[in-house]
């Protein structure tokens, strides 16, 4: 059986988020496959966009990946008690985008952030955004690394040994998932 196709989504553009970190390890510990990190970096959402010109190519090619992935992975950093402004954007483009790349996709979601609980309203708000897709949303372990700027070492591996604990038995679940729907 070829490798699994995994697709990553940060909510962070920053390339030294804790979230990018956070979503490398999760896609370390699902294990062998075809990992992608999407890049969302699209224009805000604008109906005059859609309805003129159309979907961006970036967004068309996100909502591919993800229709053609075997299971999806959703870091989803915590600003302001909430959901990203990248990540909700990202969301609503692709939501626009023919058919539904979400439907029964295995997705497992991750936070990591400054405060002390990880980011439990951003992870909170990030469900609710994807329910509507009806992707199939893992329940938990929840995955909340907090005070984040002090759980990783110099390689950029986790070394919180809670996080990674509960990191790997999502990753498991996913793996799991994403293997009995490819069947």
């Excluded at 996709?105 to 990591?112: D, G, I, M, Q, W």
């Excluded at 995955?143 to 070394?159: A, C, F, I, P």
Aim: hydrophobic fraction near 40%; charged fraction near 25%; proline fraction near 7%.
């Amino acid at each position: 059986m070829p490798d699994l196709k995994l697709v990553g989504l940060c909510g962070a553009l920053r390339a030294a988020s804790t979230n990018r970190l956070l979503l490398n390890e999760a896609a370390r510990r699902f294990g062998p496959a075809e990992y992608t990190e999407l890049d969302l970096r699209f224009p805000l959402y604008d109906a005059d966009i859609e309805n003129g010109p159309g979907i961006p190519e970036e967004v068309q090619q996100a909502a591919d990946r993800i229709a053609a992935a075997d299971a999806v992975i959703v870091a989803s950093p915590e600003y302001n008690k909430g959901i990203t402004g990248v990540l909700k954007n990202a969301l609503d483009w692709i939501s626009r985008t023919e058919g539904n790349p979400w439907r029964d996709k295995p997705v497992a979601l991750v936070s990591a952030a400054a405060g002390m609980a990880g980011g439990p309203r951003s992870q909170a708000q990030a469900r609710l955004c994807l329910i509507p897709f009806r992707p199939h949303l893992l329940p938990g372990p929840e995955v909340m690394v907090g005070q984040t700027s002090t759980k990783w070492d110099e390689d950029g591996r986790l070394k919180d040994e809670t996080g990674i604990k509960l990191l790997t038995e999502l990753m498991e679940d996913l793996r799991r998932l994403a293997e009995a729907k490819r069947g």
